[in-house]
């Protein structure tokens, strides 16, 4: 019988009564997951003053005057959960600062919080009825200076903020916030600082050691990045126009120059695959070059070692590398040729420039090791005392007659980051000339500063920074001088003048540095390239395409770049070993010789595009009692091969005793240094002994007497025959004897015999004999 609805009722409740401690206990389990985490957490929204974002894209003008109208334009999106309404932008006005130190604050805190200061009066505010979450809003607000109302001269806090409600905040509240600076010097300044500026113009490592096989060596580029970065809109090519319109001083690499002037003609573009096409950007090379000397004609133009050598590097890990500190001095004399032949222009080599301005005692003993006095640094390595309550001159004697010109690090790092954006920017801008303006006030004496910014500035970086700079030329508190004048400068007296210690120098930077294995690896290849030089006979087309190639293995740009470096390190070192392997010996199998003296050839094959010369080829035997060489255990013999030939050097040797003994060829320099691969082979002598001799001339008696007999028979026959048939005979003879002629008559002593053979060897070549060939004597 089925259970009644009453009985069914009561055994669920019981089993769902039994069943709820269990459903308890889950949550306890390992591995449960709570409820709470199962539900993926919505992403919290903005509140507060932080509910919409405020974005000044852009503020003109940067330094306004008391007839100025400052125009801010920007975006305002609403980043929170619910619309605003009845909101309004305004600029508001806040107070001025009273140091450097107080602007690097508020520079951290540029969003939320608080509503600073006073808004200007509502008038120049911008309305919006409605902003819905995700909004974007553009806003342009125009306010006179005049209607800031700044006082005394300084650098003020301004911010653009967004007053407006929500449904759950139904009131006029701050819902968005971004603050910025401006400098209000109105008038001329009593003292104007003389501010330096330097524009870089340093590149990647672009041009590979190799070159082509032709009469031209055409240059081969690791990629086609160059050509980028000096196309129309290219990093370099918005340096060079940006730069030519700024009172700046240029501080170029020739490695960069001559890396674009290798581009003016035929040029190669190696791929990941290693295979090769042919650059078609000869026009685009051709006009920056032509701009960038007429940007730098009469103006001084600082000059880098070529390919910008790591100074910190050589002297923490290149000194201990006998030899590094050689390629300095090499870089530093290219530098000049390329930059007088490229630019036309006098370069200036006394400037050395360390990574990031940081210094120690031993970069500056490396890089005054090179001819240069002047050590571009950088005040946050040169640091001032509490005592000196300003920023002092660059200028700073550090004893040995250098000179330690100190950027300052503010300025000069104020264009780093991510500038893409125009708010950024904007905002970089204007914390510049904060910057500048609050140094200028900081006393009344005559300063000069130098603006050193990072080497190699992206597109927005460079477009800040003439920004900034054609503001600050424009301006009313500073006035530009090169880089020359500042180091000439006088020094202020109160300024530090010590140089950091090593134990100071940044680790962060020190982790950067090439290590010591790639110094040991540059001075390898060095060395067999002083070993590969002297075979040559225009030693020009290799000396100096990897001369320059080592350079730019000791390049700064390599920081960061570590694995990138190695790998072209390599690259260079195996292109050399190709090349010095173009000289080499053919390989040779075992050589016979039959008897006990005999000629060997060895053969050497060129494959240069040039002569080779002062090479000395050696054999040598393994056992000089056995097989002697030219009557010793070797013999050397010089060589000299024409291009693309090959020559057979031939070598007397004199066998001892029979048997395989092992030779060894080796070729050498003039100052006995090995060059290429050595080559082994055997050489087995064989000889006739005196025992042989003799069975062999026996021999030969035997066949003499044999022969001897034979005749004598023969001619007892042949004149037996004669006496009997002679008188028939003599009648025949006497028919067939055609008339007026006789017929010859036969010597008794000298038998009729068929002509002598031919020798059955024919005469010996005076030919090189070839690979594995018998040597007879």
């Known amino acids: 019988m089925s259970p009644s609805p009453a009985r069914r009722l009561l055994r669920r409740t019981g089993a769902l009564l039994a069943a709820t401690p269990l459903l308890a206990a889950l949550p306890l389990l390992p591995g449960a997951v709570p409820a709470s985490a199962a539900t993926p957490a919505k992403a919290s929204a903005a509140t507060g003053t932080k509910t919409v974002d405020v974005a000044v894209n852009s503020l003109s003008p940067g330094a306004p005057t008391e007839r100025d109208t400052i125009t801010v334009r920007g975006k305002v999106t609403n980043d929170g959960r619910q619309a605003v309404t009845d909101a309004h932008v305004g600029l508001r006005v806040g107070t001025s600062y009273t140091g450097r130190s107080a602007i690097d604050d508020a520079a951290k805190r540029g969003t939320g919080g608080s509503p600073d200061g006073t808004e200007v009066a509502g008038k120049y505010a911008e309305k919006i009825a409605k902003l819905a979450p995700g909004a974007t809003q553009d806003f342009t607000l125009s306010v006179p200076a005049k209607a800031l109302h700044l006082g005394a001269d300084g650098v003020y806090q301004i911010s653009v903020a967004l007053m407006g409600q929500t449904a759950a905040q139904p009131y006029g509240q701050t819902l968005g916030i971004q603050r910025t600076f401006l400098p209000w010097q109105p008038g001329a300044a009593d003292t104007k600082t003389r501010t330096t500026a330097l524009w870089p113009l340093i590149s990647d490592t672009h041009l590979t050691a190799e070159t082509g096989t032709d009469e031209q060596q055409t240059p081969v580029f690791n990629d086609d990045s160059l050509a980028q970065q000096i196309r129309p809109g290219g990093r370099l090519q918005q340096m060079l126009t940006l730069g030519r319109d700024l009172d700046v001083t240029w501080v170029i690499d020739p490695d960069l120059l ?454 004598t028979h023969r001619k007892r026959t042949t004149a037996a025959q004669q006496q009997e048939d002679g008188p028939q005979d003599d009648a025949a003879a006497a028919q067939d004897t055609p008339e007026g002629e006789s017929a010859p008559t036969a010597r008794a002593d000298v038998p009729q015999q068929p002509s002598d053979p031919m020798a059955d060897t024919a005469s010996e070549s005076a030919a090189p004999s070839d690979t594995g060939e018998r040597v007879d004597r």
Do not use: C
């Open 258 to 711: 001559a890396s674009v002037d290798a581009m003016t003609e035929a040029y190669k573009i190696k791929g990941a695959d290693g295979k090769f096409t042919s650059g078609k950007d000869q026009a685009i090379a051709k006009e920056w070059l032509s701009e960038l000397q007429t940007a730098v004609q009469g103006q001084k133009v600082v000059t880098l070692p070529f390919a910008d050598p790591d100074l910190a590097s050589l002297a923490h890990s290149g000194t201990k590398v006998a030899g590094s500190l050689g390629h300095l001095k090499d870089a530093t004399d290219a530098a000049v040729s390329t930059v007088d032949t490229i630019l036309h222009v006098k370069a200036d080599t006394s400037y050395a420039w360390p990574a990031e301005g940081a210094v120690d005692p031993d970069i500056v003993k490396v890089a005054t090791s090179a001819g240069a006095d002047k050590i571009i640094a950088r005040s946050d390595s040169f640091r001032e005392g509490n005592a000196l309550a300003y920023t002092p001159s660059a200028a700073r004697p550090i004893g040995g007659g250098a000179t330690a010109v100190v950027a300052d690090a503010r300025l000069s790092t104020a264009f780093q980051g991510d500038l893409a954006h125009a708010e950024n920017s904007t905002l970089a801008v204007q914390e510049f000339l904060a910057q500048s303006l609050m140094l200028n006030q900081q006393t009344d004496r005559q300063r000069s500063v130098v603006m050193a910014p990072q080497r190699m500035p992206t597109t927005n970086q460079a477009q800040a920074m003439a920004t900034a700079l054609g503001i600050l030329q424009s301006g009313t508190w500073s006035q530009s001088q090169s880089l020359s004048a500042a180091a000439k400068a006088k020094p202020d007296p109160d300024a530090t003048t010590r140089v950091p210690s090593s134990r100071a120098y940044p680790s962060s930077l020190r982790k950067q540095e090439l290590s010591g294995d790639a110094f040991e690896q540059i001075q390898d290849t060095q060395s067999d390239l002083e070993n590969f030089k002297v075979v040559l006979t225009d030693r020009s087309r290799v000396v100096t395409p990897f001369g320059r190639a080592m350079d730019r293995e000791m390049s700064t740009s390599w920081r960061t770049r570590s694995g990138t470096s190695e790998t072209f390190r390599d690259g260079v070192a195996s292109y050399l070993s190709d090349l010095t392997n173009q000289v080499a010996l053919i390989e040779k199998s075992g050589v016979r010789l039959s008897g006990r003296s005999a000629t060997i050839p060895v053969s050497v094959q060129n494959n240069l595009w040039q002569d080779v010369d002062h090479l000395v080829l050696r054999l040598r035997s393994d056992n000089g009692t056995r097989l002697k060489i030219g009557g010793g255990t070797f013999e050397d013999k010089t060589v000299k091969i024409a291009s693309g030939h090959s020559q057979s050097v031939k070598f007397t040797t004199t066998a001892k005793a029979t048997g395989p003994v092992t030779v060894y060829a080796q070729l050498y320099t003039e100052d006995n240094q090995p060059y290429g691969k050595e080559i082994a082979f055997k050489v087995d002598a064989t000889e006739i002994t005196p025992t042989v001799m003799l069975v062999i001339g026996g021999g030969v008696l035997l066949l003499v007497l044999a022969g001897f007999r034979m005749y």
